[in-house]
């Protein structure tokens, strides 16, 4: 595992997975409807120190000076790498070399939902839906001195995805974030510049692709590795070399290199300008060992330092299997909420602490539950060896009764894309189904480089579901290299990677059917922890358990009575337990919602994943014997 202090290093920079050595955040200074805010944090935190009243459509702005607060990526301050495009131009008649010109690039983590984005009274660009990264070139409209304007509207829409958030939030809906929520950042880049990288690695090479703004392929010139480089680590490195033959189409370049040990890698210049890397002695990833391999990609002009890590995803003989061995998925739900920043912890160090605390407690997954965290969290979860299953946000209609109470007494079966009450009214569900189906796919390419991410969740209990074999198909073939679990809970329709169901009832038993069984809802049982709660009213699934040992013999029961007893003779490949906190008022979680009080004892629950662990192992074995026999 990547050193603790390594990887707080790392994710001082805003996107860990491609980083270049200048950038600055622009989170301090900020006003919102004339009120002072303190980014990241949405309005409705109190980590955003905002008083002032929070509408559908909110004002921000923040006067900034173009040549201060620039880092490297070492968090070093550097000089400005840009000055004003006039005064650049003004330089360049005055001067007999050539001037390389810069682009100023402007990020947002994520506004939710609807945003305009002014710079100097110019408008440089606007967009749509709460959770997935964007950016502007605003060099045109830069100045010395600059006022920057974003125009937020937040209603809520069902069109757009919007989560667990509620105007009335109790019980399972929670309070809402409006605006900006993630951090506004910028950088300096080439004209010719990627904008973003495509990594597809098995367990031997990495296909590695840049892509402009506009999606286009740009050619990497060189891969070098960084580190490590030792004998002990890996033995490897890559040539800093070129080839200098020309390729015709279908044609590739090939360099080789031999590292210390002897050890040979060679990379590949493919016809479409990506690069492959191929490893003699390929160190993989695995939740037991989660190497990284970091790579400073050439990219003409541009440069940019990322990471990878060699692994495989795969169903095979009913089991999930990472690098071709089975591994049962031992996993926590995880809402990503916090009492402080609300979509957001107020310190890096807190995503650290949640998935160490889950690893101490012997899980192996977090199932990230209807949203999407900043990119750090999932550096974080590559780095720590914690595996990721990821939903997909859901927008539309949601009913109690329909999408939840019924089918929790066995009203599991209909058909995904009936007419019913919930859908959206005319021209706003066809622009919901194309939204989503929008979202998705960025979705992908925003997570796809991630080894710790290894299944999509589609549909969760059919909140918003449509054409689900549809949107498998679509899923699998835009990223073929991960499971996909299209109708979490019930409402199944035929394509699925797994029987997904779930279970709050105690006397259920999980019946296989003709796909890889999997809980992938369960338990939620009730602690409340006097002076961690935050609401009064309190919100759960069942009776209140009135201490640790109450609360301690249920899960055991759930565990011994119904989750062993299915991974033995039906074949269950994976169980996720609601949750890893508290969430506001909903009072279900392992850790209280301040983190401050693990309500399990931590030594007899690694002993009581070890006995998941080798039930699951003592059932391969036995599949294994059947298959040879």
């Known amino acids: 595992m990547t050193d603790k202090n390594e990887i707080l290093e790392r994710m001082k920079y805003p996107r860990p997975q491609m980083i270049r050595d200048n950038y600055r955040i622009l989170n301090e200074d900020w006003t919102l409807d004339g009120n002072p805010i303190r980014l990241p944090f949405p309005p409705q935190a109190a980590a955003s120190g905002y008083e002032g009243e929070i509408r559908d459509d909110l004002s921000y702005e923040l006067h900034f000076s173009l040549r201060?607060?620039?880092?490297?990526?070492?968090?070093?301050?550097?000089p400005c790498p840009l000055t004003p495009q006039k005064l650049e131009k003004k330089d360049s008649k005055t001067s007999s070399s050539p001037v390389r010109k810069k682009r100023i690039l402007l990020h947002f983590g994520a506004v939710d939902q609807y945003c305009l984005v002014f710079l100097n009274e110019k408008l440089v660009g606007s967009h749509r839906g709460g959770y997935l990264a964007f950016c502007f070139d605003i060099t045109d409209a830069l100045e010395e001195d600059n006022v920057l304007k974003v125009i937020a509207t937040d209603s809520l829409s069902p069109v757009y995805p919007y989560g667990k958030q509620s105007k009335k939030p109790k019980g399972m809906w929670y309070t809402p974030v409006s605006g900006i929520w993630q951090e506004v950042w910028m950088e300096a880049v080439p004209e010719r510049h990627a904008d973003r990288l495509e990594i597809l690695?098995?367990?031997?090479?990495?296909?590695?692709?840049?892509?402009?703004?506009?999606?286009?392929?740009?050619?990497?010139?060189?891969a070098d590795l960084l580190t490590p480089v030792s004998r002990e680590e890996t033995?490897?490195?890559?040539?800093?070399?070129?080839?200098?033959?020309?390729?015709?189409?279908?044609?590739?370049?090939?360099?080789?290199?031999?590292?210390?040990?002897?050890?040979?890698i060679s990379q590949e210049k493919c016809s479409d300008g990506s690069i492959l890397i191929h490893f003699a002695r390929p160190h993989l990833w695995s939740p037991e060992d989660p190497f990284l391999y970091r790579l400073r990609l050439g990219i003409g002009e541009d440069e940019v330092e990322t990471y990878l890590g060699l692994r495989?995803?795969?169903?095979?003989?009913?089991?999930?299997?990472?690098?071709?061995?089975?591994v049962?998925?031992?996993?926590?739900?995880?809402?990503?909420?916090?009492?402080?920043?609300?979509?957001?912890?107020?310190?890096?160090g807190a995503y650290l602490e949640d998935i160490q605390g889950a690893l101490e407690l012997g899980f192996n997954c977090l199932r990230k539950h209807i949203k999407l965290e900043p990119e750090r969290f999932y550096y974080a979860c590559d780095a720590m060896g914690m595996l990721i299953l990821q939903d997909m946000v859901n927008s539309g209609k949601y009913d109690f009764m329909r999408d939840t109470a019924l089918p929790n007494y066995g009203k599991l079966n209909r058909a995904d894309d009936e007419a019913n009450a919930l859908r959206l009214p005319g021209?706003?569900?066809?622009?919901?189904?194309?939204?989503?189906?929008?979202?998705?796919?960025?979705?992908?390419?925003?997570?796809?480089?991630?080894?710790?991410?290894?299944?999509?969740?589609?549909?969760?209990?059919?909140?918003?579901?449509?054409?689900a074999d549809r949107l498998y198909r679509l899923v699998k073939k835009k990223?073929?290299?991960?499971?996909?679990?299209?109708?979490?809970?019930?409402?199944?329709?035929?394509?699925?990677?797994?029987d997904s169901q779930h279970n709050y009832h105690r006397s259920y038993t999980l019946q296989a059917r003709d796909k890889p069984l999997f809980l992938s809802e369960c338990g939620g049982y009730t602690l409340a922890v006097e002076g961690h709660c935050m609401q009064k009213k309190r919100y759960g699934y069942g009776s209140d358990k009135k201490n640790p040992a109450e609360l301690q013999e249920a899960v055991e029961r759930l565990y011994r009575d119904i989750i062993l007893p299915a991974i033995r003779q039906q074949g269950l490949v994976g169980s996720i337990y609601t949750q890893i906190s508290d969430v506001e008022g909903e009072i279900n979680g392992v850790f209280t919602y301040?983190?401050?009080?693990?309500?399990?004892?931590?030594?007899?629950?690694?002993?009581?994943a070890g006995d998941l662990q080798e039930a699951f192992h003592e059932t391969c074995s036995k599949s294994d014997k059947k298959s040879v026999g």
């Open 328 to 348: 049962y998925l031992h996993g926590l739900l995880d809402q990503g909420y916090w009492p402080q920043g609300i979509y957001l912890p107020e310190t890096n």
């Open 201 to 222: 690695s098995d367990q031997k090479s990495a296909l590695i692709r840049a892509y402009d703004a506009s999606g286009e392929i740009i050619s990497i010139d060189r």
């Open 427 to 467: 021209e706003d569900e066809i622009e919901r189904r194309a939204f989503f189906e929008q979202h998705l796919a960025g979705t992908i390419d925003q997570l796809r480089n991630h080894p710790s991410i290894i299944a999509y969740t589609i549909f969760n209990e059919g909140w918003g579901q449509y054409d």
């Open 479 to 498: 990223d073929p290299g991960r499971l996909v679990d299209a109708t979490s809970g019930w409402y199944a329709q035929k394509l699925s990677d797994f």
């Open 594 to 608: 301040d983190r401050a009080v693990c309500k399990l004892d931590r030594d007899w629950m690694r002993a009581l």
């Open 235 to 264: 033995g490897e490195s890559i040539s800093k070399g070129e080839a200098r033959t020309s390729m015709s189409k279908g044609e590739v370049r090939t360099s080789m290199s031999k590292g210390e040990s002897g050890e040979s």
């Open 68 to 78: 201060l607060g620039w880092h490297n990526q070492r968090g070093d301050l550097i």
């Open 312 to 326: 495989t995803v795969s169903m095979e003989g009913g089991k999930i299997c990472c690098n071709g061995e089975p």
